[in-house]
């Protein structure tokens, strides 16, 4: 399973949902989405402007864990 660490990294940077979400362009509702590993895939456009905006690579937001199950 494909976890997405942005909450971490929002913490790290100090950045609330709401400011992330304006400065990426995409709605807060799919931001908790991502945010909350809920989504199923994620365009490379907002992958890279999430990492412009934190100041990370994509490795930073996505981790593989072996083993883990989806919750559906």
Do not use: H, W
Request: aromatic share 2%; proline share 3%.
């Amino acid at each position: 399973m494909i976890v997405v660490n942005l909450d971490v990294m929002m913490a790290k940077r100090k950045i609330s949902a709401g400011e992330l979400a304006d400065k990426i362009g995409i709605t807060p509702a799919n931001l908790s989405i991502l945010k909350n590993n809920k989504a199923k895939a994620i365009r490379f456009s907002t992958l890279e402007e999430i990492c412009k905006v934190l100041n990370c690579q994509p490795g930073d937001l996505l981790e593989y864990r072996k083993g883990e199950q989806e919750d559906e």
